[in-house]
C-alpha cells in the first residue's frame, strides 16, 4: 500500500452505487408508481436504461453543449424520453413523472454504508461528493441516515464529476489539500477524474451495483490507491491515522 493514510484529513465518499443501492431503490418505486398509473413495468430494467443515460446527460452539462442545470432537471429530461419510447407516456401525469424524479431522493443505503462511515467519522471528517443536487442528497442522506459530517452538491461547483473542479471544489470548501483528500467511489470514471485532480483514491467493490446480470466496475480494472470491499474495511485500514 504506497499510501500513507496518516495523511488523509477527509474521506469523500461518491453516493448512488458507492453508498446507496440505487438499482433496488429505483426499480421498486418505479414499479410501484407505475403500477398506481395503470401500466406493468418492469422497474429493473428501466432503472437500468435510467442509469444510462446519467453520465451522457452530465456530460453535455460539463462540456458547456448545454447550460447548467442540477441533477433532477437532467434526470426528468431522461425520464420524459424513456416513457415515450416504452409508448406509455400517456399514462404519466405530472405528478407522477415528479414522485419518479423523486425516487432517486429515497433509496437505500448499502449495509456496510452507515456503520462504516460512523467509524470513519471517529477519525476524519466524511462528506458525501456526489453530482447529485443539495436538495436530493439532503433528502437521501436524512431517509437513509447516513452519519455524513457535511454535504457537497455539483451544485456548489455548477459542474459534473469527473471534472477536476467537481473535486477541487470540495477540496476548497474543506480548506485542505488534494492530496488530503481520500475519494472513495464504486466507479473507475469516477475514481479517473479523482486522480487528476490530484485526490488520493479507494475504490470500493460494489459488484452488485448493477444486478445480478450485468457487471459492475471491478478492481483489477481500476488504478487507484486503495481497494476495499465496505465501508468498515476502509474504516481499518484508516485506523493508524490522525484524530481530528
Known amino acids: 500500500m504506497g499510501l500513507d493514510v496518516r495523511a488523509i484529513q477527509v474521506v469523500t465518499c461518491d453516493i448512488f452505487g458507492t453508498t446507496v443501492d440505487w438499482r433496488t431503490g429505483v426499480a421498486g418505486q418505479v414499479a410501484a408508481i407505475a403500477a398506481e398509473c395503470g401500466v406493468a413495468l ?27 442545470v442540477y441533477l433532477d432537471t437532467l434526470h426528468r429530461e431522461s425520464l420524459d424520453e424513456l416513457l415515450e ?4 407516456a400517456d399514462a404519466f401525469d405530472e405528478t407522477a413523472r415528479r414522485r419518479l424524479v423523486r425516487a432517486w431522493h429515497r433509496l437505500p443505503a448499502w449495509d456496510d454504508s452507515v456503520d462504516g462511515l460512523a467509524r470513519l467519522r471517529e477519525s476524519r471528517v466524511v462528506a458525501a461528493l456526489s453530482n447529485g443536487g443539495f436538495a436530493l442528497l439532503t433528502h437521501l442522506v ?25 473535486y477541487l471544489t470540495a477540496v476548497r470548501l474543506l480548506d485542505v489539500e488534494p492530496a488530503e483528500v481520500l475519494m472513495v ?19 470500493l467493490e460494489r459488484p452488485l451495483e448493477k444486478g445480478p446480470s450485468l457487471t459492475a466496475d ?12 465496505g465501508f468498515g ?9 490522525p484524530r481530528t
Not at 436524512?142 to 467537481?166: M, Q, V, W
Open 142 to 166: 436524512k431517509g437513509a441516515g447516513l452519519p455524513f459530517d457535511c454535504i457537497l452538491s455539483a451544485e456548489l461547483a455548477r459542474t459534473y464529476k469527473p471534472e477536476p473542479e467537481a
Open 233 to 241: 474495511e476502509l474504516a481499518d485500514l484508516l485506523e493508524a491515522g
Open 218 to 229: 471491478r478492481a483489477d480494472d481500476v488504478e487507484c490507491d486503495l481497494v476495499v470491499r
Open 85 to 88: 419510447l416504452h409508448g406509455v
Open 42 to 68: 418492469e422497474g429493473e430494467a428501466f432503472a437500468d436504461e435510467w442509469r444510462e443515460r446519467y453520465l451522457p446527460s452530465m456530460q453535455r452539462v460539463s462540456s458547456g453543449e448545454r447550460e447548467w
Open 185 to 203: 467511489a464504486a466507479h473507475k470514471w469516477d475514481i479517473d477524474g479523482a486522480r487528476g485532480a490530484r485526490l488520493a483514491t479507494a475504490f
